[in-house]
Structures are given as C-alpha cells and as structure tokens.
C-alpha cells in the first residue's frame, strides 16, 4: 500500500511540472543548427581553399569549398571566390570550415585567359582603386600602361598611375607629364626609398578602401606595400644590373595598411583583355580625334577625311599610341565573339537538358 501511495505522489508531481518534451511545441526550443555561420572577406585563394578574415573570428582561418559553392563553379568559374570576395562561411561541429557563398560584388578585376579561352581571370573584387604601377627604371612601357589602364577602367573602380622608383631617374615630373597625356587619371610618381610621394598614395586607402596594384613583375609593388604599411610585410629582392626588378610575390594577398587595405599580386607576364570594354576611357584623346573624322566608319588609315591621321601628321596625337589603340580594340572584339560563342553553346546545352527532363516527364516542349 506504501508503495502505491508513493507511485501515485510522484505521478502528481511530474504532471505538475512538465519535463521539456512535454511543453507546447510553439515553446519547445528548436534543434541547434550544426554549424556558425558569418561573413567574412577573403584575404587569399589557394586553388579550392581560401584565407578569410571575419569581424566574428580572431586571426584568419582556412576554409574549403562547400557543397553549394562546388555547384555553382561547375556551373560558372567566375562564381569562385577571389581576393577581396566577401563571402558566407560556416564553422562545422566537426572542425571543417566552408565557404558557402560569394556575395554581390560592387567591382571586378579580370583579365582575358591565358590560355586565350573566352573565359576570364579574377584578379581581385571589391576594390575601390585600381594602380597601374609602372618602374621609371628602365623606361616606362607606355603600351603596358595602357594595356594595364584597360583592365582598371573595365573593374568599375578608380584608376591610378604609381610610377615607382622615383629616386633613381632624374626629371621624374617630365616623365610623369608625358605620360598622364590621355591616360584619363592620376599619374603619381613614387619612391618607396625615399618616402617620396608615398602620402600621396596613402591617401587613396582613405576611409578604409581597398586598392589593388596591378603591374609586371620588378616594378616595385612589394616595396610600395612595406612603404606604405612603415614596415616588412612583404619580402622584397634586389633590382638586377639592368636595374629591373626580380620577381617576388606568388599570390594575390589582401594586407591591412594604412586604414585601408591594399591587394598585391604576382606581375602578369601577359595581359589579355577580357572584352573591350574600357578602352574608351583609355583612349579618350584618340576617340576624341576620331568623332572628327568625315565617315563614322573610318578605320582611320588613309581615308579622306580622316581627323586621326591628320592629328598624327600634325605631331597632336603620338603615332604609337594610335597603334596601340587599333591593336587593343580588335584583341577586345575577338574576346568579346569567344564570349558571346560561349555563351550560346551554354544557352543551347541547357536548353538540351530542359528538353531531355521535358521528355522523361511526358512534358510539351515550351
């Protein structure tokens, strides 16, 4: 009898005080997501791992691909990450750490394959400057320079000319006059020895914004990131007894500097355009002369009435520079009809795959 009085005391009390199982679902608290999610900004890319760093993580960590993100590159390479991406990652139970998504980006630095596929390079996203750095030793490549203007005009960020090594030529102002002639932005020169000209440069990063240097290997970009930083975050090589650079820096990489950041990367041997979009603003000089010509179709050989030829003749507009024009322009428009061939064949590859799916379902084609 003891006992079943027991039993029944605790019956009771278990029904006046409910255990978590038996609340209102509405109350239950639901199941713990398997992982943390945040965002964060990718610092460096390693083939299919990426470098991140996040207001909610102290120091950076590695991540890997996640399943969504493999997906949409199979789909599209451009949807991989790059330096500067702002991302979506998840920290796992497990330890693993994956990037998930790529969100918008506000401005893209490409460049043509190099392999001459119709696909593009991703240099470096969400950049608010883009310089174009050039050595003043040897002698500046001006159709590099322009070559290199058209990819920064095309990311939608601001162009910028650093002349660097500023300190071993004399008539460093000359210099940089004769070649700020229709380049459309700044030309600064720069020595990252002396200091000379590195406020200037320093005032781009402002507000916290994000420049990228984009040059041949040599020119000194290493050394204008350890001037700008007032330290050694980059190793640098000494110039060679032709007085060029060595080449340095194997990866692109984000670096805090200067209340801003600043994305260095290894020299490009080869600069191929991705379409010809930019060359516009990179020739304007040119294209001002060429909105003179008599036919709006002018190629701007030896046509009648041709406003180019004529500033060339008169010494207004650099021979050369016409040249580099009329080259770019074609490399532009056969980039422009690989993408374009591209495209169609992924269009009709879909819709081959829509039409299968159609099929199977007893579906009528649309």
Known sequence: MEQAAARARLEVAVSSNPTPHSLPATSRPGPRPPFREAEGVVVRVDR????????????????????????????????APCTGD?????????????????????????RGDVAGTSHRQLLAANVDVVAVVEGLLPDPDARRIARL??????????????????????DVAQLAAE?????????????????????????????????ALLGASGVGKSSLVNALAGDDVMQVNSL????????????????RV?????????????????????????????????????FSDCSHGRE???????????????EGRVEAWRQLV????????????????ERRRQRRIQSRAMRRLGTPRP
């Not at 203007?149 to 004399?170: C, F, I, N, Q, R």
């Not at 990179?282 to 008599?294: E, I, K, Q, Y």
């Not at 074609?330 to 064949?345: K, M, N, T, W, Y």
Request: proline letters at 5%; charged letters at 20%; aromatic letters at 4%.
């Open 149 to 170: 203007l058209t990819l920064a005009w095309s990311s939608g960020a601001e162009p910028v000319v650093l002349l660097t090594k500023a300190d071993l030529v004399p």
């Open 304 to 318: 009648p009435g041709c406003a180019v030829q004529a500033a060339v003749d008169a010494g207004d507009l650099d």
């Open 330 to 345: 074609e490399e532009g428009r056969r980039q422009e009809i690989r993408r374009d061939a591209r495209l169609l064949a």
């Open 240 to 255: 060679r007894a032709d007085g060029k650079g060595r080449h340095t820096t194997v990866t692109r990489e984000l670096h």
């Open 86 to 110: 702002v991302v979506t990652w998840r920290s796992w139970g497990d330890g693993r750490v994956t990037v998930e998504s790529v969100r918008p980006r506000r401005t893209l630095l490409t």
């Open 258 to 294: 200067a209340g801003g950041a600043v994305i260095d990367s290894p020299g490009l041997r080869s600069v191929g355009l991705a379409d010809a979009t930019g060359l516009d603003l990179t020739f304007a000089d040119v294209l001002h002369w060429a909105s003179g010509c008599r």
């Open 179 to 211: 070649l700020a002639i229709g380049a459309g932005c700044p030309v600064l020169p720069v020595s990252a020895i002396t200091g000379d000209g590195v406020e200037g440069v320093r005032a781009l990063l402002d507000g916290g914004r994000v420049m």
């Open 48 to 79: 299919a791992t990426a470098l991140l760093e996040s207001p909610r993580q102290a120091g950076a960590v590695r991540a890997t691909w996640g399943g969504a993100l493999l997906s949409a590159v199979a789909a599209d390479p451009e949807a």
